[in-house]
């Protein structure tokens, strides 16, 4: 349930302690902008839940937000300025297999159910994902230790992702990152 923030103008020191999120949870995934930040789904509890952290306020707790279309773990999560997309993983309800589904939150509605958008172009869960302010990246996991990488289209979000290059060997439980992901500044 504990939040740290790390201080990137003091990155050498021990991160600090802020507003929880409601439910602890494991195997869940995030994204956000430069306002807020969005965890949904896990292993626990509600698994279609979304909580926001809002960065002005980091000390409070977060606020319960819209909940997913699917309850899900072991998903990845990127997004941009404007909507956040939760790809992949395990449903939630004993349901058995995998989803390839992919749920766009719009940040300025940010109490509505999840939208349900094109999907990835396999069922997969323990991947990674990161983007920029046009693309998502949805990359590596299981099952088989998958090294393909998918693309979402922000603009055309309805479309099925697009299978680009592999990553140099398949890999699972990874994490990514990008200098233009979840609407950093250029």
């Known amino acids: 349930m504990r939040v740290d923030r790390i201080d990137y103008s003091n990155d050498t020191a021990t991160a600090s302690v802020k507003g929880s999120l409601q439910v602890g949870n ?13 965890f949904g789904g896990g292993s626990t509890g509600s698994k279609s839940s979304i909580e926001r952290i809002d960065y002005t306020n980091d000390t409070a707790t977060a606020a319960a937000k819209g909940p997913l279309s699917v309850g899900r773990s072991y998903f990845a999560a990127t997004g941009n300025a404007d909507f956040g997309y939760f790809g992949g993983g395990f449903p939630s309800g004993g349901s058995p297999g995998r989803v390839s589904t992919v749920d766009r939150i719009d940040y300025s509605n940010d109490t509505a159910t999840a939208s349900p958008k094109g999907p990835l172009t396999a069922t997969t869960y323990r991947h990674s994902a990161t983007g920029n302010v046009d693309f998502g990246y949805f990359f590596g996991g299981n099952p088989g230790t998958r090294s393909s990488i998918d693309r979402i289209d922000y603009s055309n979000d309805t479309a099925d992702a ?12 990874t994490a990514a990152t990008s200098a233009a992901a979840n609407a950093l500044p250029q």
């Open 26 to 38: 494991a195997y869940l995934a995030a994204t956000g902008n430069q306002s807020f930040g969005y």
């Open 162 to 173: 697009s299978p680009k290059g592999t990553l140099s060997s398949g890999r699972i439980f």
